[in-house]
């Protein structure tokens, strides 16, 4: 009777899975990057910028469970709560800005 050896598991270390999923969603925030230089509006960059945020939160609740550590997941936290005030400032803003009848740079809507 064989039994299978030990020192070759099929899984991946939980740890690594993390890490990897971290490395991917950091890599796809570059692409999202181009739309915050790129725009072409400027609801298009916020958007991309709320989403930068959004990812950086994941990012760091991933590396919080990867690394074991707690103080990273506050981090992350407060950053979330700071990237939607961001996300509702820049909104009440454009909004005033554009029922006041001003037009926004890069086109804006027509």
């Given at each position: 009777m064989t039994t299978a050896p030990t020192d070759f598991p099929l899984v991946a270390a939980p740890t690594d899975l993390l890490l990897v999923a971290a490395v991917l969603l950091v890599a796809l925030a570059a692409v999202v990057g181009y739309r915050v230089v790129v725009g072409p509006t400027l609801q298009d960059r916020v958007v991309a910028i709320n989403a930068l945020g959004t990812t950086a939160v994941v990012v760091l609740a991933l590396l919080?469970?990867?690394?074991?550590?707690?103080g990273l997941l506050d981090v992350a936290l407060v950053y979330g709560l700071l990237n939607f005030?961001?996300?509702?400032?820049?909104a009440r803003v454009l909004g005033e800005r554009s029922a006041a009848g001003h037009s926004t740079p890069g086109g804006g809507p027509r």
């Open positions: 919080a469970a990867a690394f074991d550590d707690p005030l961001l996300s509702v400032g820049l």
